[in-house]
């Protein structure tokens, strides 16, 4: 064979390179994947962990808490559900905790997206000892779900005043959509609540990838605005009340909100709150 023809094959520890080479991958590939599948299984051991101990605090409780808990399994969702269970028993106050409301006291009910889960809570401790703060046991969504779903959620209750928002998940719904279901739905809080309060939409980031425009946002809430004019209806700017601060009050690149940001939001919308039911300091 001609010496060009030859092929070279060098060796390390004894083994030919490629084959070294081969070996080291598979057994890294074997590694990564053992990784993978413990991690698997340790969660999976965890999260019986916490079901087992969730089950033990859910016997404990009295029927009506009982009942609402069952709600809430039903209704939140399976994003949302192991995460509270997780909360419940490590005693965090979430927007999914038993109202507990006390007879007498007006009763604030919030409906709303991910943004109202996270100011829920902010709203309930500012308020509580003066009003009752309720809340849909979901994220909300899209205002045709909202229409869906709106004779469940507030069933015979009638509220002293209803907060409710839809924007960001109707921020590719065509605006003549997005104002025709608005004015469908606003018929039916106002049957419910002796006071409704529409809060306008948080900005968004300019991002394509998630299907985010803030022009959208700002789409939407003129509509809306004017939906709530010839309704008769409060608005609650929160858009014009995040937006000097989004910076230091949002998550980069996203619709959500540091823990800052939501105790900002919600001790904004409690005076809101006070101010139209007129509750003082």
């Given at each position: 064979m001609p010496e060009e023809e030859k092929v070279v094959t060098k060796k390390f520890g004894g083994m030919p390179l490629r084959e070294t080479l081969i070996l080291s991958f598979s057994l890294i590939c074997i590694l990564a994947a053992g990784a993978y599948f413990t991690g698997i299984y340790d969660r999976l051991q965890e999260d019986a962990l916490v079901d087992r101990k969730y089950e033990q605090w859910r016997q404990t409780l009295s029927p009506e808490?009982?009942?609402?808990?069952?709600?809430?399994?039903?209704?939140?969702?399976?994003?949302?559900?192991?995460?509270?269970?997780?909360d419940r028993l490590a005693g965090k106050e979430t927007c999914w905790d038993y109202a507990d409301s006390k007879p007498g006291?007006?009763?604030?009910?919030?409906?709303?997206?991910?943004?109202?889960?996270?100011?829920?809570?902010?709203?309930?401790?500012?308020l509580k000892g003066k009003v009752n703060v309720e809340r849909v046991?979901?994220?909300?969504?899209?205002?045709?779900h909202a229409l869906a779903s709106v004779d469940k959620w507030l069933g015979s209750n009638h509220y002293k005043l209803i907060y409710f928002n839809f924007g960001i998940h109707d921020r590719r719904t065509p605006l003549a959509t997005y104002q025709k279901e608005l004015k469908e739905l606003v018929p039916k809080l106002?049957?419910?609540?002796?006071?409704?309060?529409?809060?306008?939409?948080?900005p968004l980031p300019q991002d394509p990838s998630k299907e985010m425009d803030n022009l959208d946002i700002l789409e939407k809430n003129q509509a809306a605005k004017e939906v709530m004019s010839e309704n008769q209806i409060h608005?609650?700017?929160?858009?014009?009340?995040?937006?000097?601060n989004k910076h230091e009050l949002m998550e980069a690149n996203d619709c959500h909100f540091r823990s800052t940001g939501y105790v900002a939001l919600g001790n904004h919308a409690t005076e809101t709150i006070k101010s139209l039911l007129k509750i003082e300091n």
């Open positions: 808490r009982q009942e609402w808990e069952n709600t809430l399994e039903n209704s939140i969702g399976s994003y949302y559900w192991p995460l509270y269970k997780r006291l007006p009763t604030v009910f919030v409906i709303g997206d991910s943004i109202s889960l996270g100011y829920t809570p902010v709203v309930r401790k500012n046991p979901e994220n909300c969504g899209k205002l045709s106002k049957q419910h609540a002796d006071i409704v309060v529409f809060a306008s939409s948080t608005v609650d700017d929160l858009y014009a009340f995040v937006e000097p």
